[in-house]
């Protein structure tokens, strides 16, 4: 009779583990320490957990809901900062997998939005209730955090399906550490999940280290007094003009450009008009006003009388400031409405172009049947940099459903092109070649070029979609003096 050797040690490991279990009755559930003691101890930015930490390759992680272990923060005093600050470590949390919490699942927060599929693992989750209305901020940007990639997310309920009110992952470029702030004000007493995560891999890879997390209430800014960029404004406000250099201004909907519509009529007050044909609370839209050719137009202003607002900054002012300092950013002397040069058939081939240009003009076009094309010359001096872009009137890409332009390029209306481009980028259909990035169009040498719009035809067909309307940009930038 043969012993089974390794059937006993293995029952005897086992037993072993089992005493050594049952014999330590304080061994805390991992993810549930957050804190190890959520007295005065864990308040400031000193204090930290009581885990044990180790380098050695991180085991299987435990896949539970870490919903039924939320620590309540609610009962915690704010500190002289107005912060209740609680010290943890995730290295041992749960691990969350698709299903489990809403944030985990395909396109939620901690899934997509902050890096993928990854950040599921190692996840401590947070009870707090709010002690008046206002806005609610869960940071790990403090001291006691180590520098790992941490994930904060605050969420209204703490199930399979819920919605992240706020998700953020990465404060800025090269900075880890995360600051997740609610974008609309919370009602008094209203109770929220802050969730305290790691990016990785998968579960079993995802960042861990020691964190400390800080939650802060603030009162929204009321309407008329100056904001931030990323403020809250009081409800039925946004903070309108914001920029990292100055300070925007808390301005009631549909009152002013850049205002969000409202999502009754009127949308927009007196003669601003609304981004979108029909605002909702998912799709708000902003207020724009209407700018004239010559005057500054952007994201909150559209041109009249089919006027075009062009992405490059060589469109030199015609007339004086609307009354807007600036639009979404760009310098008054960038973004000014000009009246687009119309396209004039026959221009259907590199051979026989529209008559030549010499400076940036603006083209509006149409490309009908779908097998019309349409060339444009520009002449340009030794040195120059060509652009071309198609868009739609406000510079966007809303040419319409399955309107898809090519745009080539060729010099002295030679047969083969010297660039090419279709879609500016993944589902973009427009077109842009820019000499900056292209070097077949940098620095070119002295001579007529010829810049041809066409459809895109699919293979195995013969014309493309018809185009009733685009808009072509024809930069042409003078050599460095």
């Known amino acids: 009779m043969k012993t089974n050797l390794r059937g006993l040690l293995a029952t005897m490991l086992a037993t072993g583990m089992l005493a050594a279990c049952s014999s330590d009755s304080n061994t805390p559930t991992p993810g549930t320490d957050a804190g190890t003691d959520l007295g005065a101890s864990d308040i400031g930015g000193d204090a930290r957990a009581d885990v044990t930490r180790t380098d050695a390759p991180r085991p299987d992680v435990q896949v539970v809901n870490p919903c039924t272990s939320a620590v309540d923060l609610s009962s915690m005093t704010p500190g002289a900062d107005g912060a209740i600050r609680v010290t943890g470590d995730n290295t041992d949390a749960p691990g969350v997998q698709v299903g489990d919490l809403g944030l985990a699942a395909e396109g939620g927060c901690l899934g997509a939005t902050s890096g993928g599929d990854g950040a599921k693992g190692g996840t401590v989750v947070y009870r707090y209730t709010m002690r008046t209305a206002g806005v609610l901020t869960a ?49 008094a007493g209203q109770t929220v999940f802050i969730v305290v995560g790691g990016w990785g891999a998968d579960s079993k890879n995802a960042a861990t280290g020691a964190y400390e997390l800080s939650v802060r ?77 010559g005057e500054a137009c952007g994201a909150t202003a559209t041109c009249s009388m089919m006027g075009f607002c062009p992405n490059l900054t060589t469109t030199p002012s015609a007339m004086g400031d609307a009354g807007v300092s600036a639009d979404a950013g760009a310098p008054m002397a960038g973004r000014y409405c000009a009246l687009p040069t119309m396209e004039a058939e026959p221009n259907n081939t590199p051979a026989a172009p529209q008559a030549a240009v010499t400076q940036t003009t603006i083209f509006r076009g149409a490309i009908t049947p779908g097998t019309d094309r349409d060339c444009y010359a520009v002449t340009v001096p030794a040195g120059a940099t060509l652009y071309a872009e198609t868009t739609d009137a406000q510079g966007a890409c809303d040419l319409g459903d399955g309107e898809d332009t090519v745009i080539n390029v060729y010099r002295d209306g030679t047969a083969a092109p010297i660039a090419t481009n279709d879609d500016v980028t993944m589902g973009v259909l427009c077109s842009r070649l820019d000499g900056r990035t292209n070097p077949a169009l940098l620095r070119v040498s002295a001579g007529t070029y010829t810049v041809c719009v066409s459809p895109y035809v699919e293979m195995g067909e013969t014309e493309g979609t018809p185009i009733p309307a685009y808009y072509l940009t024809v930069g042409v930038i003078p050599p460095a003096p």
């Open 139 to 187: 940071s790990t940007a403090n001291p006691g955090t180590d520098e790992f990639d941490t994930v904060v997310a605050i969420l209204g309920t703490c199930s399979a399906n819920a919605r992240p009110l706020a998700c953020n992952d990465d404060i800025g470029q090269g900075n880890l550490l995360s600051t997740a702030r609610t974008s609309a004000p919370l009602m």
């Open 217 to 293: 209430e603030a009162a929204p800014i009321a309407i008329g007094m100056p904001c931030a960029q990323g403020q809250v404004c009081a409800a039925g406000s946004l903070c309108v003009g914001a920029t990292a250099m100055n300070s925007g201004l808390c301005t009631a909907d549909g009152t002013a450009p850049g205002a969000a519509c409202r999502t009754a009529a009127p949308f927009c007050d007196g003669a601003f008009s609304c981004s979108v044909a029909t605002p909702s609370m998912a799709t708000r839209g902003i207020c724009r006003r209407s700018a004239a050719p």
